[in-house]
């Protein structure tokens, strides 16, 4: 396997639509997300548990959904939040160099530099327009398929699936042979 190296370049956009698309991929958010909503509503049911069948059901209904509803806007909030504080940190917007090698994950920003062991990398995802790698941490890279050729991304999805335990990537049109 040979390495595969190439720059990006992160916009805001690319920074919210990573960080809401890690979130919404982790199973405690939607464990918290579906899990407390029906812990509210069975508390809402329990404590008008002597009105009838079809209150309760309305009820629960009811509770269910409101939070449901709450719960979103939390998580919108917290995303649009963790996206500001990310953005606004020094060397941003600035372009980073990726080497993606049989070591590990190697990265070159104008705040600093280092290459991280393929073991402490323990998911990788790809959207319609980013690449996004999990830590073990819970620390992400985000990176835009934007400008990466059709040779390059095929080098990067071979490299996070021979490498990267819990990957889910798109396939290409048609791969290139290797």
């Not at 805001?12 to 991929?25: E, M, S, Y």
């Not at 009838?52 to 269910?64: H, T």
């Not at 699936?161 to 042979?177: G, S």
Request: proline share 4%; charged share 15%; aromatic share 8%.
């Amino acid at each position: 396997m040979s390495a595969v190296s190439f720059e990006v370049t992160r916009t805001r956009g690319d920074i919210l639509k990573g960080i809401a698309a890690n979130t919404l991929r982790s199973p405690g958010t939607l464990a918290w997300y579906v899990g407390g909503s029906a812990v509210v509503a069975g508390i809402a049911v329990w404590v008008n548990r002597y009105e009838s069948a079809q209150a309760l059901v309305l009820i629960g209904l009811l509770a269910f959904a409101a939070m449901l509803a709450l719960y979103t806007l939390i998580l919108a909030f917290c995303v649009l939040l963790a996206a500001r504080k990310t953005w606004a940190l020094p060397g941003a917007s600035d372009p980073v160099t990726y080497t993606l090698s049989k070591e590990g994950l190697g990265v070159l920003a104008s705040t600093g530099h280092g290459l991280t062991a393929w073991a402490t990398w323990k998911a990788a995802f790809e959207s319609a327009s980013l690449i996004v790698i999990r830590h073990q941490l819970n620390l992400i890279h985000i990176i835009p398929k934007r400008g990466m050729t059709d040779d390059t991304l095929h080098k990067v999805r071979s490299v996070l699936r021979a490498n990267v335990k819990n990957v889910r990537l798109q396939p290409a049109a048609v791969e290139p042979a290797p």
